[in-house]
Nanobody, 116 residues
Framework: QVQLVESGGGLVQAGGSLRLSCTAS????????MGWYRQAPGKQRELVAS???????NYADSVKGRFTISRDNAVNTVYLQMNSLKSEDTAVYYC??????????WGQGTQVTVSS
């Protein structure tokens, strides 16, 4: 059964840090490019960071230099280290593959709230 489970969100002050985790099951994780997405209230879900199977990364301009995506294939987990958080980073964060036409069922996400 395919499942994505996100964790690590919370309430943090502006300038603070959080580390999100997403553990995948039911897929061959080590060969799967993964991404972190977020959805703020009233906005569409957007891709903020991605990591390919061999570790190359890409970031949205809005998070470049502040967020770092990484993966541990041994435990089927992708991480998102978020530093220098801003109020505009407030959103529910999700992980998924990068296959736009064949995304996995979305997990419950993890709420990140940044207070200014």
């Amino acid at each position: 059964q395919v499942q994505l489970v996100e964790s690590g969100g919370g309430l943090v002050q502006a300038g603070g840090s959080l580390r999100l985790s997403c553990t995948a099951s039911g897929i061959i994780f080590r060969i799967t490019a993964m991404g972190w997405y977020r959805q703020a209230p009233g906005k569409q879900r957007e891709l903020v960071a991605s990591i390919a199977r061999f570790g190359s990364t890409n970031y949205a301009d809005s998070v470049k230099g502040r967020f770092t995506i990484s993966r541990d294939n041994a435990v089927n987990t992708v991480y998102l280290q978020m530093n220098s958080l801003k109020s505009e980073d407030t959103a529910v964060y999700y992980c998924n593959t990068l296959a736009t036409g064949a995304l996995l069922p979305w997990g419950q996400g993890t709420q990140v709230t940044v207070s200014s």
